[in-house]
C-alpha cells in the first residue's frame, strides 16, 4: 500500500473537522454508573423487534456495512465481518485520507469478491467522511481508526442508529470513556448492537480456561501476572510534505493522544482478562513504573516503551501487569493466574493443580467469531452490548498509564471522574498538538 495523503484530486477539500458532538455530562454519566441504563426491559423488547424489522425492511436478507479506517484493522475487520455472514455487503467505506481510501478500495475489491457493493459515491475521505458514511443507508458500521476517534464516532453512530463494530481500545482519556458508557448505554435503550474488538473474548480456548477458573478449578483467586512483553510495530516513515499533524495522525501509535500509549492500545487485551477474571469488577487503586529507554528519537513521539504497574482490588487481590516494546529482548505475552488450589495459564488454555485440565477443542479464528456473533445478534433481534467490559478495560488501561506517568497512585474512582483529556478539541492538518513525555514526580494526574 502507498502512502500519500497529500495526493487528493483538486475537488477534494483536505480542511476538515472531526464532529465533536455534545458530551454528555459527567455528573449525568456517572449517575448512571457503568452503562446501568435506566431503560426498562420492555422498552428494549420493543426496540429489539423494531431492530429486527429495520434489517429485514428491505424485504431481503441483505445486511450493509460500512467501513471507516482503510488501514490494517480495517481491511481485516471488513474481511471477518463478509466472512461471518453470507449476507454481508460492503457498500460504503470512509477513511480520511483520499489516497489510503482509493488503495483500500482495491485491497478490498479483491479480498470481498462478490460482497464488495461499494459505489463511488459511497466513499468517503476527509475528516467529514465519517459524518458522510452515516448518513448511507449502511445497517452496520466499523470502526477501525485510531483510538483518540473512537468517543465521537461511536457518539455518533449510535445516534445515527446503526449497529457498531468497535476496535479496541475506545478512548483514551476518561472523558472519552464516559463519552462511550453514554453511546453504549443509548446503543442499549436503542436495541443496537455494540461489538468490541477486544477479541480474546470471543476465543474459544480463552473463553473455556477463564470459565473453568471461574468455576472454582484453581480455588479461589490470590493474584493475577499480566505480561505482554514484545517488539516494537511499524512506523511510516515520513515524507518532506507532511505536515506535523499528518505525521501524527499516520504515526498515530507514538503519540499518547492518539493511540493512549502501548499501554491502552495494546496491553488492553491482557488487561482486559484481568477484569473477566474479577467479573468485571474494575480494581479500586493501581501505582508501578514506566519509562522511555530505547525508543527515545523523536519519531517515537511522546509514549514510553515498557510499563509495570499493580493493581488492587477490594478483595485484596492483586494484578502484577508489565508490558515491553522492545526488540531484541526476551519476549513473553500469558496471563498467569495463582490460585488457593492451583494456577492457571490463559493464553496457554491449561489449568494445573488440584484440578489438572488443556482445552482441546476445535479453535476457529477469534476475529471472525466477534462478527459471526455480530451478525447472528442483528439477525436473532437479540442485540448484544460489550459497551460496559469495553469501558472499564480502558478507564483501567489509562489509570495504569497514569500511574506511571505521575508516579502517583491513582484511585478507580478518581480516574472515572478525572476530566484529564488528551488532543485537541477539532483536529487541524497544520497544527499538532504539542509532543510532551511525561516525567514522574512531576507530571500531576488531574483527578477531576
Ligand atoms: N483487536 C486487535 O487485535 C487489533 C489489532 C490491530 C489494531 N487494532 C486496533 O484497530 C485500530 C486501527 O489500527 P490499525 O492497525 O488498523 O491502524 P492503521 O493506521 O493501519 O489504520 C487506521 C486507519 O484509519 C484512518 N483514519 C485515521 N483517522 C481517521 C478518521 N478520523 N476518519 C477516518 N479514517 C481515519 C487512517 O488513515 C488509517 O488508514 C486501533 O484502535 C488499533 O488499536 C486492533
Redo the contacts with the bound molecule.
Keep these: 500500500m502507498t502512502f500519500d ?1 497529500l495526493e487528493r484530486p483538486k475537488h477534494q477539500s483536505i480542511e476538515t473537522v ?1 464532529p465533536t458532538p455534545t458530551i454528555e455530562s459527567t455528573k449525568e454519566a456517572n449517575r448512571r454508573g457503568f452503562l446501568k441504563t435506566t431503560a426498562a426491559s420492555t422498552a428494549i423488547a420493543t426496540a429489539a423487534s423494531l431492530f429486527n424489522r429495520s434489517v429485514h425492511a428491505a424485504g431481503s436478507d441483505i445486511i450493509k456495512v460500512g467501513l ?10 471488513a474481511k471477518d465481518n463478509m466472512s461471518a455472514d453470507a449476507g454481508c455487503r460492503l457498500t460504503a467505506i ?4 483520499y489516497n ?2 482509493e488503495d ?1 478500495k482495491d485491497q478490498l475489491k479483491k479480498s470481498l469478491g462478490s460482497q464488495y457493493e461499494v459505489p463511488e459515491e459511497q466513499c468517503f ?1 476527509g ?1 467529514e ?2 459524518d458522510k458514511i452515516l448518513q448511507t443507508d449502511i445497517d452496520v458500521v466499523l ?5 483518540w ?2 468517543p465521537a ?1 461511536m457518539e455518533a453512530a449510535i445516534k445515527a442508529g446503526k449497529h457498531v463494530f468497535c ?3 475506545v478512548a483514551v482519556d476518561p472523558p472519552g470513556v464516559r463519552r462511550v458508557m453514554a453511546a453504549s448505554a443509548l446503543a442499549e435503550s436503542k436495541g443496537l448492537c455494540v461489538v468490541s ?3 480474546w473474548r470471543y476465543d474459544h480456548g480463552v473463553k473455556a480456561t477463564i470459565e473453568k477458573i471461574q468455576s472454582g478449578a484453581i480455588g479461589d483467586i490470590i493474584s493475577i501476572q499480566e505480561n505482554y512483553l514484545t517488539g516494537t510495530l ?1 512506523i ?1 516513515t515520513p515524507k518532506p510534505d507532511w505536515t506535523p499533524m499528518h505525521n501524527q ?2 504515526n ?2 507514538y503519540y499518547k493522544w492518539l ?1 493512549g500509549d502501548h499501554y491502552v ?2 496491553f ?2 491482557s488487561l482486559d482478562k484481568a477484569m473477566w477474571l474479577h467479573n468485571d469488577v474494575p480494581p479500586v487503586f493501581c501505582y508501578g513504573t514506566g519509562g522511555r529507554q530505547v525508543r527515545t528519537e523523536p519519531e517515537y513521539g511522546d509514549i514510553y516503551d515498557h510499563f509495570s504497574i499493580v493493581y488492587e482490588w477490594a478483595d485484596g487481590t492483586r494484578c502484577f501487569a508489565s508490558t515491553r516494546q522492545m526488540d531484541g529482548c526476551y519476549n513473553q505475552t500469558e496471563d498467569f493466574i495463582y490460585g488457593t488450589k492451583g494456577t492457571a495459564r490463559v493464553l496457554a488454555n491449561e489449568v494445573k493443580g488440584e484440578t489438572n485440565w488443556k482445552f482441546e477443542g476445535k479453535k476457529k479464528s477469534m ?1 471472525e467469531l466477534e462478527h459471526i456473533a455480530l451478525m447472528k445478534a442483528i439477525r436473532d433481534g437479540k442485540p448484544i452490548n460489550n459497551g460496559d467490559y469495553m469501558c472499564k478495560s480502558t478507564l483501567m488501561a489509562i489509570m495504569g498509564r497514569e500511574a506511571a506517568y505521575s508516579g502517583q497512585i491513582i484511585k478507580w474512582d478518581d480516574a472515572l471522574a478525572s476530566e484529564l483529556k488528551l488532543g485537541p478539541d477539532k ?1 487541524d492538518w497544520g497544527l499538532a498538538p504539542d509532543v510532551e513525555v511525561r516525567m514522574p514526580g512531576k507530571y500531576k494526574f488531574i483527578e477531576a
Design positions: 495523503p472531526v471507516v479506517g482503510c488501514g490494517g484493522r480495517g481491511m481485516g475487520a470512509a477513511e480520511v485520507f489510503r481510501m483500500g475521505s475528516w467522511a465519517l470502526l477501525a481508526t485510531p483510538p476517534f473512537r464516532q476496535e479496541k481500545p474488538g477486544l477479541c511499524w511510516r495522525v499516520l498515530w501509535l493511540s492500545e495494546q488492553i487485551h476475529y483536529p
